[in-house]
């Protein structure tokens, strides 16, 4: 079978075609046939490597899965040949407290596919039989390799860290990306008014079409723009992985008992901001990652159901992996990437 492997951290040229075997399922793991992959920035991360960090070279990326059940190995269960399924892309140990309590990622040896082990861009990949979900209804198999990571992601931000009540006022930095494209119906579905940033006209527009009352360039003095939408008062909630180019705003946005909720720092993971106006507005700033399978599983239902929808901006041949890397670091996109297998 074909597998996109990465041998060495680097450009679009690390991202390479090799032949290997199809890989047997071992006790309670399932074979899945991938059908699509959706890319994200960890994508991106792990292509190019980051500075402290040890990624399990050589691997396979691709964090976002979905496909046919093609065997099952001894002792795996809850799918069958043939089944159209998601992966979930979070692998923890199951036993643990974190893992007992529903907080898979505060699991020790809390995985993620393509990242700590192989991913999803191969012909085949093998999964714990409990990371198999079925597609959910409603969505095809390239809508369901788009959504997991992002939407996971954002639910668990807004949900579970910044618990955004009915009513509030969110900030949703770089609407373009597909865990803002998330996280601003999400917040909508909660009841919250969205305020969005975003770096064009075109993102702006389409940050307005899932759901945000306003849109705004992050460029630009959006402080005022957050004190005028909310009516003086404040943001109640920031929702971000911009990072340097956005943190210390974002601070001086919030409202009394505000929350800066983050799950990354694209453009810098130095922040400086004034201290002062943490302590004195009584702010929380909330780190992020991923979320937990009874978190996955209540978002793939809102997709399912239609209350939420996958945000696809291209579908590319798996061929075509290096252009999608080049497209998604450009920014050249809203929403995701899915790479066809
Ligand atoms: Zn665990």
């Not at 960890?42 to 396979?60: A, C, E, N, S």
């Not at 596919?113 to 093998?126: A, I, K, N, P, S």
């Not at 005028?228 to 001086?252: E, Q």
């Not at 978002?299 to 901006?313: E, F």
Request: one cysteine or more.
């Amino acid at each position: 079978m074909r597998a996109v492997v990465i041998r060495e951290h680097g450009g679009l040229d690390a991202l390479r075609f090799e032949e290997r075997a199809v890989p047997e399922p071992g006790p309670r793991e399932v074979r899945v046939r991938v059908r699509a992959v959706g890319l994200n920035h960890l994508d991106v991360w792990v292509r190019k490597g980051v500075p402290g960090h040890i990624f399990p070279l050589p691997l396979v990326p691709g964090c976002d899965v979905a496909g046919v059940v093609d065997a099952l190995g001894p002792g795996a269960t809850g799918c069958a040949s043939g089944d159209e399924v998601g992966v979930a892309p979070g692998i923890s140990c199951g036993r643990c407290l974190a893992c007992r309590e529903g907080s898979e990622p505060l699991c020790r040896s809390f995985g993620i596919l393509g990242e700590t082990r192989d991913g999803g861009l191969q012909e085949y990949v093998v999964v714990p039989d409990g990371s198999v979900l079925p597609r959910p209804e409603g969505l095809d198999l390239v809508q369901a390799a788009s959504v997991p990571l992002t939407f996971l992601t954002a639910w668990h931000m807004l949900v579970n860290r910044a618990a955004v009540r009915a009513g509030e006022h969110v900030l949703v930095h770089a609407a373009g990306s597909g865990v803002s494209a998330a996280a601003i119906q999400i917040a909508r579905l909660l009841g919250a008014r969205v305020l969005a940033t975003a770096g064009s006209d075109a993102k702006r527009q389409r940050a307005l079409d899932l759901g945000a009352e306003e849109a705004i360039d992050y460029h630009g003095d959006f402080t005022a723009a957050a004190r005028r939408f909310s009516g003086k008062r404040g943001m109640d909630v920031v929702v971000d992985h911009v990072g340097a180019a956005t943190f210390d705003r974002s601070i001086r946005s919030l409202a009394k008992g505000g929350r800066y909720v983050t799950c990354g720092a694209t453009s810098g993971y130095e922040l400086k901001t004034d201290f002062r106006l943490v302590y004195f507005k009584s702010l929380s700033i909330l780190g992020s990652t991923m979320g937990s399978n009874h978190e996955l599983m209540r978002v793939l239902d809102h997709l399912g159901a239609g209350r939420l929808h996958a945000v696809v901006d291209a579908v590319l041949p798996w061929d075509e992996v290096g252009e999608a890397h080049r497209r998604l670091e450009s920014r050249e996109v809203f929403g995701k990437i899915v790479l066809v297998l």
